[in-house]
């Protein structure tokens, strides 16, 4: 069972540049979470997709995109690359279950970004 | 705004060493709290709790949570060299929608 996976691995962008992010998720999920993890920091919230929408956001300028495919792999998008959007960028895919108060996001390995 | 505090920041023992990590909340419609490993990249999961007073075990870790005082602790007994890593804990928020708020971040050292 294949669990979440990401592309690239990593990448070196410019400041001003444009970059997207993939994320296919876990067997059966359909939901998938977008994360920001500076260095020596917990991850931060961008977004969620569920149906192909946006269904929830942080605290992250428009800058910052998603998209979801009717397969539910998703795509983050960033444009105008700043040095302080170098991170790592984790995607998190659960199963929704509107009936259960809880549920578990499972990690996929992320996209180390460094804008230079 | 939602908030998750761990501490402490780092720490680092000798193996066979027990440690606690803290992990104390504000938020604003709890649903689950969550444990991970984070040791290169990807965090893995540990734990979820939901319910006060019921502590969840696996091998030589286990936690529990307070929801009347707002906070959780990570226990790991017998520590080992693998157990060297960013531990992380996170709230589930999301009422209707769904999000995980992090903290810091623990980071422990264990020492042969």
């Known amino acids: 069972d294949a669990g979440v996976t990401q592309s690239p691995t990593h990448l070196i962008k410019t400041r001003g540049q444009q970059v997207t992010l993939r994320c296919s998720p876990k067997?059966?999920?359909?939901?998938v979470s977008w994360y920001q993890q500076a260095l020596g920091q917990g991850p931060q919230f961008i977004f969620q997709?569920?149906?192909?929408?946006?269904?929830q956001r942080g605290n992250f300028p428009d800058r910052f995109s998603g998209h979801q495919f009717p397969n539910y792999s998703s795509e983050l998008n960033v444009n105008a690359l700043l040095l302080g959007d170098s991170a790592l960028y984790l995607c998190?895919?659960?199963?929704?279950?509107?009936?259960?108060?809880?549920?578990?996001?499972?990690f996929g390995p992320g996209t180390r970004l460094t804008v230079t | 705004e939602d908030k998750v505090v761990q501490s402490p920041l780092s720490l680092v023992v000798h193996e066979g060493d027990t440690v606690t990590l803290n992990c104390s909340y504000e938020?604003?419609?709890?649903?689950?709290l969550l444990w991970y490993k984070q040791e290169k990249k990807a965090p893995t999961f540990l734990f979820m709790l939901?319910?006060?007073?019921i502590e969840k075990k696996s091998g030589r870790l286990s936690s529990i949570l307070d929801k009347k005082e707002l906070f959780s602790i990570l226990n790991i007994t017998a520590t080992q060299t693998g157990d060297s890593a960013i531990y992380l804990c996170?709230?589930?928020?999301?009422?209707?929608?769904?999000?995980?708020?992090f903290g810091k971040g623990t980071l422990l050292t264990v020492n042969p």
């Open positions: 996170a709230v589930n928020s999301g009422g209707s929608n769904y999000k995980l708020t």
């Open positions: 938020v604003t419609n709890f649903r689950s």
């Open positions: 067997s059966g999920h359909d939901t």
């Open positions: 998190a895919s659960s199963l929704r279950r509107l009936a259960d108060p809880s549920y578990e996001q499972y």
């Open positions: 997709y569920y149906e192909e929408e946006e269904r």
């Open positions: 939901t319910s006060s007073g």
